[in-house]
C-alpha cells in the first residue's frame, strides 16, 4: 500500500497582484509547504465592484482552489477578506466541506495592531471597497475596544502600481494627498496599517511622506507569522497541507499578460498557467 502523501496545496487567492506580496512573506516564513496561487486578474480590480459580485467572484475562485486539492485557502486580498469571507466562513463552507478553512488577511493584522500603538490613533490606508466596508474599525474594536481609527480611500494608488507608475513623479501628489488627508483627521496617529497588498510596493514613497515617529504596517510579515501560528494551533489542518516546497501559479488572465508584473509583486520570476472559469 502506497504512503505517498496526496498533493493538498494551500491555496493564496487574490483578484490580482497584490496577493504575491502576501505570498513572498508566507513562502519565506514557512518555505516547506506547497502553494497554489490564483490571480482573477480577467475581473480585477474587486475594490470598486458590489458586495455581492466580489463575494461571487471571490466563491468562484476558491471553489477552483478546492478542486486543486487545497483544503487550506487565504485570501491574500484586503477586499475579498472585507466583503466575502465571512459569507463564504459561515453559509457556504459547511455545505461544501466542513473541514476545509477560508483564512483572511484583515484579522491578523487587527489582531495586533494596538500592540504597537501608545496613542491608541490607528490610520488606514486602502482601497474604497475597504474603507466603505469598515472592516477594520470593526475587526479592530472586538480586540482593542479603545483604540481610535481613522481611514482614507486611496483609489489611485493601485492603478499607479499595476501600470508601473509608482516610482515616478507623477505618482508623489496622489500619496502625499492621501497621507495628508489621513493625518488631518488626527494628530495622534502613530500607527498606519498599509490596507492593501499592493501598497508595500509603495513603501518607499509612503516613508517619504509620513512622519518618521509613525509606525507602518504592512500585512505580509503579519499574515505570514499568524498562519504559522495557525498551523500549530491546527495539527488536523497542518497534517492535510503536502510539504513539496513547490509553487504554481495560475491566473484568470492570459500568462504572458500576468508573468511579468507577478514578478516584480513576488521578487523574482514567476511562470503562471491559466485558468478559464
Given at each position: 500500500?502506497?504512503?505517498?502523501k496526496?498533493?493538498?496545496?494551500?491555496?493564496?487567492?487574490?483578484?490580482?497582484?497584490?496577493g504575491?506580496?502576501?505570498?513572498?512573506?508566507?513562502?519565506?516564513?514557512?518555505?516547506?509547504?506547497?502553494?497554489?496561487?490564483?490571480?482573477?486578474?480577467?475581473?480585477?480590480?474587486?475594490?470598486?465592484?458590489?458586495?455581492?459580485?466580489?463575494?461571487?467572484?471571490t466563491?468562484?475562485?476558491?471553489?477552483?482552489?478546492?478542486?486543486?486539492?487545497?483544503h487550506?485557502?487565504?485570501?491574500?486580498?484586503?477586499?475579498?477578506s472585507?466583503?466575502?469571507?465571512?459569507?463564504?466562513?459561515?453559509?457556504?463552507?459547511?455545505?461544501?466541506?466542513?473541514?476545509?478553512?477560508?483564512?483572511?488577511?484583515?484579522?491578523?493584522?487587527?489582531?495586533?495592531?494596538?500592540?504597537?500603538?501608545?496613542?491608541?490613533?490607528?490610520?488606514?490606508?486602502?482601497?474604497?471597497?475597504?474603507?466603505?466596508?469598515?472592516?477594520?474599525?470593526?475587526?479592530?474594536?472586538k480586540?482593542?475596544p479603545?483604540?481610535?481609527?481613522?481611514?482614507?480611500?486611496?483609489?489611485?494608488?493601485?492603478?499607479?502600481?499595476?501600470?508601473?507608475?509608482?516610482?515616478?513623479?507623477?505618482?508623489?501628489?496622489?500619496?502625499?494627498?492621501?497621507?495628508?488627508n489621513?493625518?488631518?483627521?488626527?494628530?495622534?496617529?502613530?500607527?498606519?496599517?498599509?490596507?492593501?497588498?499592493?501598497?508595500?510596493?509603495?513603501?518607499?514613497k509612503?516613508?517619504?511622506?509620513?512622519?518618521?515617529?509613525?509606525?507602518?504596517?504592512?500585512?505580509?510579515?503579519i499574515?505570514?507569522?499568524?498562519?504559522?501560528?495557525?498551523?500549530?494551533?491546527?495539527?488536523?489542518?497542518?497534517?492535510?497541507?503536502?510539504?513539496?516546497?513547490?509553487?504554481?501559479?495560475?491566473?484568470?488572465?492570459?500568462?504572458?499578460?500576468?508573468?511579468?508584473?507577478?514578478?516584480?509583486?513576488?521578487?523574482?520570476?514567476?511562470?503562471?498557467?491559466?485558468?478559464?472559469?
Open positions: 500500500m502506497s504512503t505517498e496526496t498533493y493538498s496545496p494551500i491555496g493564496v487567492f487574490d483578484s490580482g497582484y497584490g504575491l506580496t502576501i505570498m513572498k512573506e508566507i513562502v519565506k516564513e514557512l518555505p516547506q509547504y506547497d502553494y497554489l496561487y490564483l490571480g482573477d486578474n480577467a475581473r480585477a480590480p474587486y475594490g470598486t465592484r458590489s458586495f455581492e459580485t466580489v463575494y461571487q467572484y466563491l468562484e475562485c476558491v471553489n477552483h482552489l478546492f478542486a486543486k486539492g487545497c487550506l485557502v487565504i485570501l491574500a486580498c484586503n477586499t475579498a472585507a466583503k466575502a469571507l465571512r459569507n463564504i466562513q459561515q453559509k457556504d463552507l459547511p455545505n461544501i466541506d466542513p473541514s476545509r478553512r477560508v483564512l483572511g488577511v484583515i484579522r491578523p493584522t487587527t489582531e495586533v495592531v494596538g500592540n504597537f500603538s501608545k496613542t491608541k490613533h490607528v490610520g488606514v490606508l486602502g482601497t474604497t471597497g475597504t474603507v466603505t466596508s469598515n472592516s477594520y474599525p470593526i475587526e479592530i474594536e480586540f482593542f479603545e483604540v481610535k481609527v481613522f481611514q482614507e480611500a486611496c483609489p489611485m494608488w493601485v492603478p499607479l502600481i499595476e501600470n508601473n507608475e509608482f516610482n515616478n513623479e507623477g505618482s508623489n501628489y496622489f500619496v502625499e494627498q492621501h497621507i495628508k489621513l493625518l488631518h483627521q488626527s494628530d495622534k496617529i502613530d500607527t498606519v496599517i498599509l490596507g492593501c497588498t499592493h501598497y508595500p510596493l509603495l513603501l518607499n509612503i516613508k517619504q511622506y509620513l512622519p518618521q515617529h509613525i509606525t507602518i504596517l504592512s500585512q505580509g510579515e499574515v505570514s507569522k499568524g498562519l504559522s501560528d495557525y498551523l500549530k494551533r491546527h495539527p488536523e489542518m497542518d497534517a492535510k497541507c503536502s510539504k513539496g516546497g513547490s509553487l504554481k501559479f495560475f491566473t484568470t488572465e492570459m500568462p504572458h499578460n500576468f508573468d511579468e508584473q507577478a514578478s516584480r509583486f513576488f521578487g523574482k520570476e514567476i511562470k503562471s498557467e491559466h485558468l478559464q472559469l
